[in-house]
């Protein structure tokens, strides 16, 4: 049974362009969370979504950023007009469809580095 | 406000010796979680253990153990027998999501943990 995949691992783009991160939950998993992890700082919950559905976006940014899972296929977090500061590591986490106390299984993460 | 707050600087353990991180969380939930991870060099996020907040025992998984003191609202993981590998940065994290399934997680900021031959 493979785990959470993310990609690319690591990505590098220019300021002003845009990001596309990848989230393949694991099989029978259809809740997906995104967080964010700069230098030296713990994981920040970003979005929270089920399949076709934001359940919590309380942790995106206002702008730039958006978040979706559709019925096929993987959870994609998009980061437009990139910025130096965007430059972190963006992990992905799954958990099955089920209530109450539920363990995430979190991905590899993603890399993202803005020149 | 913050949730989780994990305050040691980081930590040079001795190979077989026993480490003790602490964490400490705030909430006025009467039900919640607390989870521990660790993140060695490479960067992924490795699951340790879990405690309710209503488990009357201690959890514990193989070598790692949580001493779980609600009325102080703390948490700490316990190491026992460090090995090498066991150097990483650990993560106290507690669930946060306030409607029903939504298991969110709130992280602190991190024990830095180097064990020493």
């Known amino acids: 049974n493979a785990g959470v995949m993310q990609n690319p691992r690591h990505l590098v783009r220019r300021r002003g362009q845009e990001a596309r991160l990848r989230c393949s939950p694991m099989?029978?998993?259809?809740?997906v969370y995104w967080y964010r992890q700069l230098p030296e700082e713990g994981l920040k919950f970003m979005v929270y979504l089920q399949k076709e559905n934001i359940i919590d976006e309380s942790g995106m940014p206002k702008e730039r950023f958006s978040a979706e899972f559709p019925k096929e296929g993987p959870s994609i977090l998009r980061i437009q007009q990139v910025v130096r500061g965007d430059s972190a590591a963006y992990f992905c986490?799954?958990?099955?469809?089920?209530?109450?106390?539920?363990?995430?299984?979190f991905g590899p993460g993603t890399r993202l580095t803005v020149l | 406000a913050q949730k989780i707050t994990q305050t040691q600087p980081g930590m040079f353990v001795q190979e077989k010796e026993a480490v003790t991180l602490d964490c400490t969380y705030d909430?006025?939930?009467?039900?919640?979680?607390l989870f521990w991870y660790k993140q060695p060099s490479s960067g992924e996020m490795i699951f340790l253990i879990y405690q309710g907040s209503y488990d009357e025992q201690n959890a514990t998984e193989g070598r790692y153990s949580l001493n779980f003191q609600k009325a102080r609202k703390s948490a700490n993981l316990v190491i026992s027998a460090s090995q090498l590998g066991d150097s990483a940065m650990y993560f106290c994290?507690?669930?946060?999501?306030?409607?029903?399934?939504?298991?969110?997680?709130?992280f602190g900021k991190g024990n830095q943990v180097v064990v020493i031959p």
């Open positions: 986490a799954s958990s099955p469809p089920r209530a109450g106390e539920v363990e995430q299984f």
């Open positions: 099989k029978g998993h259809s809740h």
């Open positions: 909430t006025s939930d009467q039900s919640y979680g």
């Open positions: 994290a507690m669930r946060e999501g306030g409607s029903y399934g939504n298991n969110r997680l709130a």
